[in-house]
């Protein structure tokens, strides 16, 4: 077990995008009192001893300039495995990724970004840009019919402890008469869950035409959206990472909405329901 307790861990890689998705953790980090480790990944382990000396240095500069104290974690290993047995050793909260879009995607996690996201237990918040300020924190909630949708709610309301949040629950009119019928049964479920919890929120129909993945990101640049949460798709295969999963068109939105993705799996922060 590690010595950091369910932190919020920061893949770092010295690049302005980390330094974003940095930003974006501190600010997490303010509200929910979890602590954030960077976590910095070598190729051999002659290599740790000076990344740690480098390391030390930007956890100075990050207290100087931010006020806030991190951790630093330097593995050796691949970002495919270490990210994930990292967050599996730590009991990570969650995990802060900057990324430059679909292009920094291929760049950063050699082009099979899902790959890492997937992999791990915790949700990732995938960022493409510095936070910013906001009274209130608008929040769009992809609705499909998929079962899986109710592990979206824990999310929603531990998101909500972070920020000052109004969710906008979005789905498409689905011509199918059973999607149509689980989609309104997982609207009803949500609406319940979040009276419930006293958490604002809408919901808006978004047509007929066009796919829920386009229209959701859409819908988030309109709103000028915080934080869009989504599910990965279950057992994704070799040919979503070639070809490109509707996530990862969410993820590597042009408007550059930080993007929640959680895995269906049953969650175990179930303290957070």
């Not at 929910?32 to 000076?50: N, R, T």
């Not at 630093?72 to 009991?91: L, Y």
């Not at 430059?100 to 996201?117: C, D, F, N, R, Y």
């Amino acid at each position: 077990m590690s010595e950091y307790k369910n932190p919020i861990i920061v893949p770092w890689d010295f690049s302005d995008k980390a330094e974003f998705a940095l930003e974006h953790a501190l600010n997490y980090s303010a509200v929910s009192g979890k602590e954030v480790a960077l976590l910095h990944i070598v190729k051999k382990s002659k290599d740790i001893e000076p990344a740690l000396k480098q390391m030390e240095g930007k956890i100075d500069e990050i207290k100087e300039k931010y006020g806030r104290p991190v951790h630093a974690i330097v593995k050796e290993g691949s970002i495919f495995t270490t990210i994930t047995e990292v967050i599996e050793d730590t009991e990570a909260t969650f995990a802060v990724m900057g990324t430059h879009g679909m292009k920094g995607m291929q760049k950063v996690t050699g082009s099979w970004a899902l790959k890492v996201i997937t992999g791990s237990k915790c949700p990732f918040i995938v960022v493409q840009e510095a936070p910013k300020e906001r009274e209130i924190n608008d929040v769009v909630v992809p609705i499909d019919f998929k079962v899986e949708n109710k592990e979206k709610l824990i999310w929603m309301n531990f998101v909500n402890t972070m920020l000052k949040a109004k969710f906008h629950l979005v789905y498409i009119d689905e011509q199918d008469k059973f999607a149509k019928k689980q989609v309104l049964g997982n609207i009803k479920v949500a609406v319940e869950y979040l009276e419930s919890k006293g958490i604002s929120y809408e919901i808006n129909k978004l047509g007929t035409k066009g796919s829920l993945a386009e229209k959701t990101t859409d819908f988030a640049k309109i709103i000028d959206a915080a934080m869009i949460i989504i599910m990965t798709t279950k057992n994704i295969g070799t040919l979503d990472y070639v070809m490109g999963a509707g996530e990862q068109k969410i993820i590597a939105n042009d408007a550059k909405v930080p993007i929640m993705t959680i895995n269906p799996r049953e969650s175990k922060f179930q303290n957070f329901n």
